[in-house]
């Protein structure tokens, strides 16, 4: 087994800001990813990474930059915080592109 | 783009009658997830059925692959799977795992 821990677990900016979440894995897990969800709705890919120092953009890259700096963690950051941004950011890792994934608790961000 | 399309949106049941959501999909899947969340939640994997059936507890999933669709089973409803159940996707070739929109389910007593 392993667990995936997110920090922080709320997260609040002024609009314009740049803000960094964080995302660690112990499943020794190759994939990773980040996703977006809005209130009520269902997750979208923003990015992910299938091994170190790897990137590729999800559907909703545009805002965010990313970061694998080694295998078990996985960084996003907003690079300029909006208010429609406020959403809860989930991670996940998976042990390769096609196998089972898992979720971290995620961070739910607020843009004053 | 690919399309996960989840049904129904919302379902809502008496404690111990059974519930069926469906998933179907517009491209050929290399994996296919079911989620749960519960309201403020994270999502904690339920079943990982790229294709067959499987079972775990009062949950199956039949997923056929042909036919770009899958379901998720749950039988004699409790209070406590109320919440929202996903299905996720990956089509072939790729990484880019897609979700449906959920399904809302209440359990009422």
């Known amino acids: 087994g392993g667990i995936i821990t997110q920090t922080p677990k709320f997260l609040i900016g002024q609009e314009g800001q740049k803000l960094t979440l964080k995302c660690q894995q112990n499943?020794?897990?190759?994939?990773m990813y980040w996703y977006r969800q809005d209130s009520g709705k269902g997750l979208r890919l923003i990015y992910y990474?299938?091994?170190?120092?790897?990137?590729q953009k999800g559907d909703l890259s545009e805002g965010y930059d990313a970061s694998r700096e080694k295998k078990s963690s996985f960084s996003l950051t907003v690079t300029s915080a909006q208010k429609n941004e406020m959403a809860v950011f989930l991670c996940?890792?998976?042990?390769?592109?096609?196998?089972?994934?898992?979720f971290g608790p995620g961070t739910r961000l607020t843009v004053l | 783009g690919q399309q996960v399309q989840q049904s129904p949106a919302s379902l809502v049941l008496q404690e111990g009658e059974n519930a069926e959501l469906q998933c179907n999909f517009s491209?050929?899947?290399?994996?296919l997830q079911w989620f749960y969340q519960r309201p403020g939640g994270s999502l904690v994997s339920l079943l990982y059925?790229?294709?067959g059936t499987k079972h775990t507890g009062r949950l199956t999933s039949t997923t056929v692959t042909k036919e770009r669709r899958s379901s998720l089973h749950i039988s004699s409803s409790q209070t406590t799977d109320s919440g929202t159940y996903f299905c996720?996707?990956?089509?072939?070739?790729?990484?880019?795992?897609?979700f449906g929109s959920g399904t809302r389910l209440l359990v009422s007593p």
């Open positions: 491209s050929t899947a290399t994996r």
């Open positions: 996720a996707m990956e089509p072939a070739g790729g990484y880019k795992v897609v």
């Open positions: 059925n790229p294709s």
């Open positions: 990474s299938i091994t170190e120092n790897d990137l």
């Open positions: 499943f020794n897990h190759d994939t």
């Open positions: 996940a890792s998976s042990r390769t592109g096609d196998a089972e994934q898992f």
